[in-house]
């Protein structure tokens, strides 16, 4: 497999500290911010990115998991049969803050899903969105209020996230079109995980 690394995993832990600290920096007391993260990968991040808030502001901060699957606008066309997680907001988010967590920030679909699926929960004060990577190429007019780091990506690669908890290390990779839908496919590797 193809392989070149963009982030390894002491750049990613800073970029994600630096993430935390401008989710921070943004807050203001009693927007009660909630950090939900989309499955499979932006989940763990978001995880990751909550600890760290939480560190700062010396309270602790609610956190979520969306499985945007049955939102997607291709739903039909994903195969016979598609991996579906479990969505757990955990909260209500009635009147707070919302930071969507993503790993990668790509067409917009995502997001898209992902905020249709979030009104199901409650009417919140606002959303914001957090992504480690924004490769660019938007098919809808959707843009990340704290990016990672952007990356121009070649034809014919995808980026590649990996987080300790799914894949056993935490990088940015550029790999082969081709590994990262095998890599998408693979099925979950946690037994015991809140989120799935």
Do not use: W
């Not at 600290?21 to 007391?29: D, F, G, Q, R």
């Not at 808030?53 to 602790?60: D, K, N, P, Q, R």
């Not at 249709?116 to 992504?131: A, M, P, Q, W």
């Amino acid at each position: 497999m193809e392989k070149q690394t963009i982030m390894d995993e002491a750049e990613t832990g800073r970029v994600l500290d630096r993430l935390a600290h401008e989710i921070h920096a943004a807050s203001s007391k009693g927007d009660g911010l909630v950090i939900v993260g989309i499955q499979r990968r932006g989940a763990e991040l978001a995880e990751r990115i909550a600890r760290s808030v939480a560190e700062l502001s010396g309270t602790i901060v609610p956190t979520g998991s969306l499985d945007i699957s049955l939102y997607r606008d291709d739903f039909g066309q994903i195969g016979p049969r598609p991996i579906i997680g479990k969505t757990d907001v955990g909260t209500d988010i009635s009147g707070r803050r919302v930071v969507i967590v993503d790993d990668v920030l790509f067409t917009g679909r995502t997001i898209r899903a992902a905020l249709h699926e979030l009104s199901d929960f409650g009417r919140s004060r606002c959303i914001e969105l957090c992504v480690l990577v924004d490769r660019g190429e938007r098919e809808l007019p959707i843009q990340a209020d704290y990016v990672g780091k952007r990356i121009e990506v070649p034809e014919g690669q995808q980026v590649s996230v990996c987080v300790p908890e799914l894949d056993g290390e935490l990088c940015v990779s550029l790999v082969t079109a081709e590994s990262q839908t095998a890599q998408s496919l693979r099925p979950p590797e946690r037994a015991n995980v809140k989120q799935e």
